[in-house]
């Protein structure tokens, strides 16, 4: 192990997923959303050995002996889950390899446990990033606007916010267009 990297644990990224992608979440509980994402960046979640399926109906199973209206489950219930995943998968397995239903179970138990442990840190896997272009940039470049939309930003290209998309009145006492404005004070006190 590298220096400075510290050894993750089953708990570790139990809390790591549970609170990826919910800003509120203390890392208590994992929804059955990020429990699939955990698996399923774990490779333990293949789509063909254990399937979507299967851990649903095993998280559901889970949530069914909480109280109405649950939908997380905490660390001490993951055991559980496990259990239920590995109970299911191992009972398929049993028949077709005529092997003991109970060694296969502590098998996939413990695989499990290990690819759990081994994941890395959940991260946005297969997200779009932002394309940079010319049709892009042309669209974008506030120095060619025109018309009203022009008014809408200074000369930097920064927005000016509600002053570029309202017209407001003045309070000035004239009226819009009068030329002479401010003009009264400088005439009324001249001498004549």
């Not at 889970?62 to 489950?73: D, F, M, N, R």
């Not at 081994?118 to 892009?136: E, F, H, I, R, Y």
């Not at 401010?182 to 009324?188: G, L, N, R, S």
């Amino acid at each position: 192990m590298a220096e400075g990297q510290e050894k993750q644990t089953l708990h570790g990224n139990f809390i790591a997923y549970a609170k990826f992608g919910d800003h509120k979440s203390t890392g208590k509980t994992i929804t059955s959303k990020n429990f699939d994402k955990w698996l399923k960046e774990s490779k333990v979640q293949d789509g063909k050995r254990i399937k979507s399926t299967d851990t649903d109906i095993a998280f559901t199973k889970v949530l069914g002996k909480k109280p109405k209206g649950t939908k997380a489950i905490e660390f001490k219930d993951l055991e559980i889950c496990l259990e239920e995943i590995a109970a299911h998968i191992s009972k398929t397995e049993a028949k077709k390899k005529d092997v003991p239903e109970e060694d296969l179970k502590k098998d996939l138990m413990e695989e499990m446990k290990t690819k759990l442990i081994d994941c890395k840190q959940p991260g946005l896997k297969g997200t779009t990033s932002a394309q940079k272009s010319n049709v892009v940039d042309r669209l974008t470049d506030t120095s060619k606007y025109t018309g009203s939309h022009k008014e809408r930003f200074d000369e930097s290209g920064k927005g000016r916010g509600i002053e570029g998309r309202a017209n407001r009145p003045s309070d000035g006492g004239y009226v819009t267009g009068y030329k002479n404005k401010d003009t009264f004070e400088k005439k009324a006190t001249s001498p004549r």
